[in-house]
């Protein structure tokens, strides 16, 4: 697939029809957070490390191409690495997204800028300006692998990182589950019943039972 078409399909989704796709997604843990909720981030991942020190990061916004995410690795810093100067950059150059796993701040003009920013938390101390580290490697980020030029998904749910060929099976699946969940919503505002949709008693006699049954929408609901 290429890059606009996923990101038009993306779009059309959330990390949570991706997630019911397939249990086992590269899903980022929750203590990643986005400082602004509502916003959608899709984009290629440019992947970095760093620790203590945020010269790596203007490594990545010097390098970066329009359209990737920035996922930074601090390898458990305690200072910020990132502040309102870098992300500002990164908003200039057309960048998608950062996401650190660490802490960064600033966060008062952050939440004013119009790229989405995922970290675990904030503080006021910087790091210093004096080590390189690695850049467009593979590394680890919120529990997952995540390969220089990944797919980066993230929303108000979750981050989702997916190769091409994981997401050209992933997303029919994820469009028919939006689509279900959309129609089953517009009953439930027409005035259904949920457990009218579903094989809801079916399913409760067989737990109950002990018999093997899985939860789900009814044909012809």
């Known amino acids: 697939m290429q890059s606009q078409e996923i990101s038009r399909r993306l779009g059309a989704v959330e990390t949570s ?14 203590g990643l957070r986005p400082l602004v909720p509502g916003r959608k981030m899709i984009g290629r991942a440019f992947t970095l490390f760093c620790r203590e020190d945020f010269l790596t990061v203007m490594v990545a916004l010097a390098e970066a191409q329009p359209g990737d995410v920035l996922i930074i ?4 810093s305690e200072r910020a690495v990132l ?17 650190v796993d660490g802490l960064v701040r600033d966060t008062v003009t ?47 749910d979750g981050i989702v990182v997916a190769s091409e060929a994981e997401l050209a099976t992933l997303l029919p699946i994820a469009e028919q ?6 129609a089953t ?3 439930l505002q027409a005035g259904q019943s949920l457990l009218s949709l579903l094989n809801f008693e079916e399913h409760r006699a067989n737990v109950a039972a002990g018999r093997e049954s899985a939860l789900r929408f009814l044909q012809d609901s």
């Not at 992300?87 to 998608?96: D, P």
């Not at 589950?177 to 959309?182: G, K, L, S, T, Y």
């Open 185 to 187: 919503i517009a009953r």
């Open 17 to 30: 029809h991706l997630a019911d796709a397939d249990k086992a997604v590269r899903l980022m843990d929750r």
């Open 73 to 76: 690795n601090t390898l458990g």
């Open 83 to 99: 502040g309102e100067l870098f992300s500002m950059e990164a908003h200039r150059r057309g960048l998608a997204g950062i996401v």
């Open 110 to 156: 952050l939440r004013t800028l119009d790229i989405p920013v995922y970290a675990r938390g904030a503080t006021p101390l910087a790091g210093t300006i004096t080590r390189l580290f690695p850049t467009q490697v593979p590394l680890a980020c919120g529990g997952v692998q995540v390969q220089p030029g990944d797919v980066v998904f993230g929303d108000d």
């Open 177 to 182: 589950i939006e689509a279900r969940e959309r």
